[in-house]
């Protein structure tokens, strides 16, 4: 019967010898090397074999796995694993086929050893990058089986991380083998990707096995959580452009069921590693995702949104370079407009207001966030879009919900207007910003009042200055507050010329509000301060006194009104019985004008101005009424100098109305102009191409007759008024000497030929 068998052995074909001869007699022994290098090169000699010896192996395999001769299980998986890395014959497809089978079947099996083993297969075969496409493989199964190995619950801890590992591994196998090639199976659908996120963030949010401190540690190897944030980098890093939204679903749902948001260390962990993996150009698409995701957990609780807004802030700012997306406007809108629906929730429901503070403290946060990372100009166009966004004062509404949208509105206009370097301010203020900022520094509520002086402060204040003034106090010596003071750029003297009676009538109007508090006065001082140290030419200092003239709030004040000094003034801790019972200003307390205007007379002022009343509206408000205004608008006076110095023509007044029917008019005429004037070229066009060279030089020598006489006509006007010009203003000496002098300046001779009489050469057109 021996004999037999041997005879029979002898008749198989040669592939299933080499393969039965790689196994030892004893499996215990490991696979035969020698034989092992045969079988390969046969293989390689003969790739058509290919195929037939992954079926055959297949079948020992899996009768071996039936009887469960685990040794004779990993031989086969050696010399499988052997063979896929030294053969690359374009029949290796139909070998994988068979090396895929074999995994599953181990895939399917209950023991832990045969499934890790089946996992390290797996992966090295996806390391391998195949010459020809496989258009029917299917790795569903393997997604499938991956994921619920990364869940495993094993009562044995050992074995349960190794099952978690295997898992992890094996999914980054399977996206790595899929991801590059598009004619396989699409990893990136919902199916796929419901299975691999979720598997990854449970394994990353696992506390069993705690992370090594050292980020290159081996052991890191051996820990879930370590493995899977890996994993998860690469899978990110691997997203293109149509993938990233694949990604970023299953993250936010299973933050979203698992309620993961409170406390959201876990989803700041998560969002950190996706902008830091994710490529820097599409980084925008996940601050978008994020903020669709807070449009659509409006109605959640403020905790939860509030935590969603710190995970955006966050992650704007990781984004590189600003790249926040192509509608920025768009974004600042939405975080402004869940800002306008946290403060009415707060007036329904207060006994939430607590958390919806803290959410609305959020959002201004992240709004100064998003500005730090955008250009200047784009800082200055989302300060006016906040501006515009501030509901103006009304006499209707002094309270309630109209002043705290107004306080946060304002408050998150600070917050941008900080990440801003100011360097003209021409271009930190320009009207259309400025003057509705200057009409809230007059609202009824003395907090808002404050902030706008503090939104001031920040945008002019250019050399750090601010800090330095915030206490108010009477310096002997200046440079002991060690500011910084350089000359004010030329740019920014015209700015004020134009607009400093706008600052100044504001800042008058301000102190004058009846419920002021020490803060405010505190920061209009400080406004006045920066306003000279940024700007500070010789007439707007003589305005800044004319403003403290006005607003006296200073020996005699020392012995007889201490509570008037800003030491008293202006301290917070001062009680009623710190001030007199009656409030009788005495001449002696005040500024005395004189002194202050023969001092600046000295060194050189113009204090022509310095005395006059400081209770004029500027021209630049228009028509705009200020129904809180307290100034006495009777008191309002007119210089008559301004008129003197107007341009010699006169002003024209509007004696049109401006209709719908008068602008159709002009828009009609000015279509019928251009439609004559593209007549009139074409017709000059069509004669000077086809028309004869005398025509055109007869027509140019008529045009420049005309010219010359319309020219000798001019000066032959001018030569008659000399004379009487120069004689309203000087003697006939001094004409003389002026005209000798003129013409000597223009390069001329006393005895040089008129204007008039010189011939100028003819203009021909060729």
Known sequence: MTDCCGCCAAFKPRYKRLVDSIFPADPKDGLVKSNMDKLTFFAMKSPDKLDRIGEYLAQRLSRDVYRQKYSSVNIAMEALDTLLVTCHAQSLNLFVESFLKMVQKLLECNDVDLQCLATASFVKFANIEE???????????????????????????????R???????????????????????????????????????FNMQATGCPASSEPESPKDE?????????????????????????????????LDNHNLWVPNDFALKCFKIIMYSVQAQYGYIVVQMLMNHLDENSKE????????????????????????????????????????????????????????RHFQEAIINTIGDFANNLPDYQK????????????????????????????????????????????????????????PLLRMSLIKDAGIRRIVQEILHTLIDRHDNLSKLKTV?????????DVTIKKPQRQD???????????????????????????????????MVLIYIEMGSEEILVELFRLALEIQVIEARRKDAPYYLPEVAFNRANTSSCYPSTDIMQKVWLFNSDAISEALSKIGFDVSRLNAPFTVKPSTLGSVELNHSISDINSINMDPESAVSTPVLARKTATEEVTFESMKKILEHDQKAKEQEKKRQLQIYESFKTG?????????????????????????????????????????????????????????????????EMKFPQLFVY
């Not at 966004?389 to 304002?410: H, I």
């Not at 010329?497 to 006065?521: A, C, M, T």
Request: aromatic share 8%; charged share 20%; hydrophobic share 40%.
């Open 131 to 161: 010459d020809t496409p496989s258009y029917h493989r299917r790795y569903d199964f393997f997604v499938s089986k991956f994921s619920s190995m990364c869940h495993s619950n094993d009562n044995n801890l050992e074995n349960c991380t």
């Open 222 to 254: 051996d820990n879930p959580s370590s493995v899977a944030e890996m994993v998860f980098r690469d899978f990110v890093c691997r997203a293109s452009y149509g993938n990233i939204n694949a990604v970023i679903r299953p993250v936010l749902m299973h």
């Open 473 to 481: 106090g009477i310096y002997k010596d200046v440079n002991q507050l």
């Open 493 to 527: 003297v015209v700015f004020i010329r134009k607009n400093g009676s706008l600052f100044f009538w504001h800042l008058y109007e301000n102190i004058r509000q009846p419920n002021n508090k020490v803060d405010n006065y505190e920061s209009i001082y400080t406004t």
């Open 692 to 756: 004869p060279f005398e025509d055109i030089v007869a027509r140019s020598e008529a045009q420049s007759q005309i010219f010359q006489k319309k020219l000798s006509e001019i000066l032959d006007g001018i030569e008659d008024e000399q004379p009487h010009l120069h004689s309203n203003h000087f003697n006939k000496d001094e004409n003389e000497q002026g005209e000798i002098h003129d013409k000597h300046i223009l390069g001329l001779s006393v005895h040089s030929i008129p204007v008039h």
């Open 301 to 356: 609780y403020a905790k939860i949104k509030a935590s969603i807004v710190d995970v955006l802030s966050e992650t704007v700012l990781i984004a590189a370079g600003g790249s926040i997306g192509p509608s920025v406007l768009e974004v600042f809108n939405t975080l402004l407009r869940h800002l306008r629906i946290s403060v009415d929730t707060v007036l329904v429901e207060g006994q939430r207001a607590n958390d919806e």
């Open 380 to 435: 200055i166009e989302i300060m006016m879009f906040v501006m515009g966004k501030v509901p103006l004062p009304s006499e209707e509404a002094r309270s309630g919900p109209e002043v705290l949208l107004q306080t946060m509105l304002l408050k998150s206009l600070l917050k941008v207007a900080t990440k801003y370097k100011t360097i003209s301010m021409a271009n930190a203020f320009p009207s259309s910003f400025m003057e």
């Open 163 to 201: 099952l978690r590992i295997s898992g992890l591994h094996g999914l980054q196998g399977v996206v790595r083998k899929t991801v590059t090639d598009d004619l396989q199976c699409n990893i990136w659908k919902p199916t796929h990707m419901d299975k691999i996120v979720p598997s990854l963030l």
